[in-house]
């Protein structure tokens, strides 16, 4: 598409001069240093995802219909539903969401522990899940917080936030083991500790840029 300045007309097709005054015409730019759209491949992907999540939602009802009619003793289909959403929620939340990739592993890694429980629950629950299942996705969040912190060196004091929350994840575990759940408490003790080393480990070594930022996340003085 060209501009005509002296008429201040667009003009749509090829040709070099105005129409109306003959002048010659320049192109409004040759679009090498124009950015591209980069939304319609976020529009796209979000279409996919709809799409997807209709095509779950249909799977999902024909699944659950069909193992009612078949039942055998075990609700199968609510592990293929779930392992459905699950890569939906991989989809949407891990790769469309705008929210930062700290809080994206948190997410991911807590719906999975969630849906291998489902699991245990559906074959017919040993206890395996909470034993063993949720203070291992703990430990894999906190080595996953260790190497952030390396990687991104010039700003590990921003896990510092995440590793108490870490701390406060693996205190349900020894309350699912007071109140009887857990049964098996062996991993979720050093779990626990773990959490808690890693924590002081970084407020000591970090001296003075942990406790600003703690002060400046809490509002502390």
């Not at 009612?68 to 939906?88: C, D, K, N, P, T």
């Not at 700290?102 to 909470?130: E, H, N, P, Q």
């Not at 952030?148 to 693996?170: E, K, T």
């Not at 050093?190 to 003075?208: E, Q």
Request: hydrophobic letters at 50%.
């Amino acid at each position: 598409m060209s501009k005509c300045r002296q008429c201040k007309i667009e003009i749509k097709d090829e040709t070099h001069v105005c129409p109306l005054c003959h002048c010659v015409i320049e192109p409004e730019g040759d679009g090498k240093d124009t950015y591209p759209d980069v939304r319609i491949k976020t529009r796209r992907l979000m279409l996919a995802g709809r799409i997807y999540l209709f095509l779950t939602l249909a799977v999902s009802v024909f699944l659950i219909a069909l193992n009612y009619e078949m039942y055998h003793g075990i609700w199968w289909s609510a592990i293929v539903v779930a392992s459905l959403f699950y890569l939906y929620l991989i989809l949407r939340f891990a790769v469309l969401d705008d929210a930062g990739y700290r809080l994206k592993l948190m997410v991911l890694t807590i719906c999975g522990v969630a849906m291998v429980i489902l699991i245990d629950f559906v074959i017919g629950y040993r206890g395996w899940s909470v034993n063993y299942v949720i203070p291992s996705g703990i430990l894999l969040i906190d080595l996953s917080i260790v190497i952030l912190m390396l990687i991104n060196h010039r700003n590990w004091q921003s896990y510092l936030l995440f590793q108490i929350g870490m701390i406060v994840l693996a205190g349900v575990t020894l309350i699912l083991w007071g109140v009887g759940i857990i049964t098996k408490p062996m991993l979720s003790l050093i779990t626990f500790a773990i959490s808690v080393f890693l924590f002081l480990g970084t407020l000591i070594i970090g001296d003075r840029r942990a406790r600003i930022e703690l002060q400046r996340r809490f509002h502390v003085r």
